[in-house]
């Protein structure tokens, strides 16, 4: 049994991004989010457009990418989405110092 699945975003027609995970053929999920047949966010955002996918041997490995995925700002996503490695380590970088590096206070 095939245990793995495809983590995959969709451009949706008004521009938005779309994130899901399937077991089945890409080219049969994308089929189902055009036809309206899958429902939920995408149903109203057709047509859609597949702009990224990636395999994972275990299907739980592709959840979790799909829920860190879903909270990267747009041009995270979009520098995934072209491939650009140096741009998203950019935009990884944490823009305000930790906590844990300011000085403390003097007791």
């Known amino acids: 049994m095939n245990e793995g699945a495809f983590l995959y975003i969709l451009r949706c027609a008004d521009g938005s991004y779309y994130i899901g995970v399937t077991r089945t053929s890409l080219e049969a999920r994308i089929a189902q989010h055009n036809a309206g047949t899958f429902g939920g966010y995408t149903l ?3 047509s859609v457009k597949l702009v990224f996918s990636q395999w994972f041997e275990h299907v739980t490995d592709a ?3 799909e829920r ?3 909270k990267w700002s747009r ?15 950019e935009l990884s970088k944490r823009k305000s110092p930790h906590r844990s590096a300011e000085p403390r206070p003097a007791e």
């Open 75 to 89: 041009a995270k996503k979009e520098a995934l989405i072209l491939g650009d490695l140096t741009a998203l380590r």
């Open 68 to 70: 860190k995925l879903k």
């Open 63 to 65: 959840i979790e990418n």
């Open 44 to 46: 109203t955002r057709r």
